[in-house]
């Protein structure tokens, strides 16, 4: 246990989180101090989807990814030059099955994986691998994979879901500045889900959940929550920290593990 690194989903909202002074980036600033020091980063992100397979970048130095438009060009500017890890790469490869992933320099780091690692370990200098949304997959599949991914946290390996529990934005053009009643109640039954490890109660919701389908919408942003919440070992704890909502987008995150490293993170 002393060793073990926590699993953490982090809520990563808008690439402005990460140039602007908000109390979102100021926890993971807070986040990259407090947590002992990886060896590698995992990351799953809600903007890295494939189909038909899970597929992990490699190369040396995977490529920093802009996936948006419209911000300014300091964003554009930013880049996120951290090493591959071909060593990491070969152990997902033996924990979910060599012949379920493909090892790909297609893609690279999208700023759901740089816009959470830039404020917690910004000289991009701990080797990070990415790894894919598997459309393909419902949602005991993700949790199977991340279940598998859990022995990787004795390994000296950091696990970063990157996503968002609420995220809908057309709905969120409409209502931002407001905490809607819906939102606020998909948040409630989440953190109350993950904090008893009822993995049930995040992957099974009723036709006629209204909140439910207007939180997860397309699902992607939520997806990575569930690879974080499966890697939950014994003698884990759950923190949740950045626990606001902004119309139909919340920042909420969670720390599985040891959950006093979370004390006194973000707005509650």
Do not use: C
């Not at 060599?98 to 320099?105: E, F, H, L, M």
């Not at 919701?205 to 499966?230: Q, R």
């Amino acid at each position: 246990m002393t060793n073990r690194l926590p699993a953490l989903f982090l809520g990563h909202g808008s690439p402005m989180t990460v140039i602007t002074d908000n109390p979102s980036r100021a926890s993971f600033v807070e986040l990259g101090k407090r947590l002992p020091r990886p060896a590698a980063i995992l990351t799953i992100s809600a903007h890295y989807e494939t189909q038909g397979a899970t597929h992990v970048t490699a190369g040396d130095h995977p490529r920093t990814i802009h996936d948006f438009r419209g911000f300014p060009p300091e964003l554009f500017a930013m880049q996120y030059p951290a090493p591959g890890s071909a060593g990491l790469v070969a152990r997902i490869g033996e924990v979910i099955g060599a012949n379920r992933i493909v090892a790909s320099t297609d893609w690279g780091f999208d700023h759901g994986t740089w816009g959470v690692l830039q404020p917690m370990y910004p000289d991009a200098d701990i080797p990070v691998v990415a790894m894919s949304l598997n459309r393909s997959l419902d949602g005991d599949g993700h949790l199977a994979i991340g279940k598998v991914l859990a022995p990787l946290r004795d390994e000296g390996v950091l696990i970063v879901g990157s996503g968002n529990v609420v995220h809908n934005l057309a709905l969120w053009r409409q209502s931002q500045g407001t905490v809607p009643d819906w939102a606020a109640d998909f948040t409630r039954r989440v953190n109350a889900a993950v904090s008893e490890g009822d993995s049930t109660a995040l992957t099974r919701f009723a036709p006629d959940d209204s909140a439910a389908g207007m939180a997860i919408n397309s699902a992607e942003h939520y997806l990575p929550l569930l690879y974080t919440v499966a890697t939950r070992l014994p003698g884990d704890e759950v923190a949740v920290f950045n626990d606001t909502i902004d119309g139909a987008l919340s920042m909420t995150s969670y720390l599985i593990g040891d959950a006093a490293l979370a004390d006194g993170l973000g707005a509650q």
